[in-house]
């Protein structure tokens, strides 16, 4: 079946870095549009960053210049190297797979804490 397990999340001081990955597994990974998402208590779930096969990224504004986005498809894994972390960095961060049928998954998301 399929599954998305991220994990690297935890406890890190402002200004520092945390690299984030996700293990997918059940589909065809290469064909699929990698996105990971945050969610504070109380908001929206928002973009961070997406990447398609290719290599081609998008980012949300408020992380530009402090994260980036990578693919491995021979490991069918998507990373997330977050660097110059900020408080409002916080979140559970998930991952998300969706192909251009619109057939899409979750991860269950891992926790980001900044503070020091």
């Known amino acids: 079946q399929v599954q998305l397990v991220e994990s690297g999340g935890g406890l890190v001081q402002p200004g520092g870095s945390l690299r984030l990955s996700c293990a997918a597994s059940?589909?065809?990974?290469?064909?699929?549009?990698m996105s990971w998402h945050r969610q504070v208590p109380g908001k929206e779930r928002e973009l961070v960053a997406a990447?398609?096969?290719?290599?081609?990224?998008n980012y949300a504004d408020s992380v530009k210049g402090r994260f980036t986005v990578s693919r491995d498809n021979a490991k069918n894994t998507v990373y997330l190297q977050m660097n110059s972390l900020k408080p409002e960095d916080a979140a559970i961060y998930y991952c998300?797979?969706?192909?251009?049928?619109?057939?899409?998954?979750w991860g269950k998301g891992t926790l980001v804490t900044v503070s020091s």
């Open positions: 998300k797979a969706v192909n251009f049928r619109g057939d899409n998954y």
């Open positions: 059940g589909f065809t990974f290469s064909s699929y549009v």
């Open positions: 990447i398609i096969s290719g290599g081609i990224t």
